[in-house]
């Protein structure tokens, strides 16, 4: 997420120093924006997950 937010600033030094229009900059930096929403979606989601479980065949105890 920090690269995407990073990038956002270098494209809108990019469009102060005339290496880009307007136009172009501001799509994308919606770009980056989205890409940034996505991330952040992810990484919730990743917080709420349950820690792995191991299979139920694997807390029996060996049958002699």
Not at 2 to 16: D, P, Q, R, Y
Not at 22 to 27: D, E, I, M
């Amino acid at each position: 997420m920090g690269s995407a937010n990073e990038m956002e600033v270098h494209l809108k030094i990019a469009k102060e120093l005339e290496y880009i229009t307007a136009a172009a900059c501001g799509s994308l930096v919606d770009s980056y924006n989205i890409v940034g929403k996505q991330l952040f979606r992810l990484i919730e989601h990743w917080r709420t997950l349950d820690a792995p479980q191991p299979p139920a065949s694997s807390l029996q105890e060996p049958q002699p």
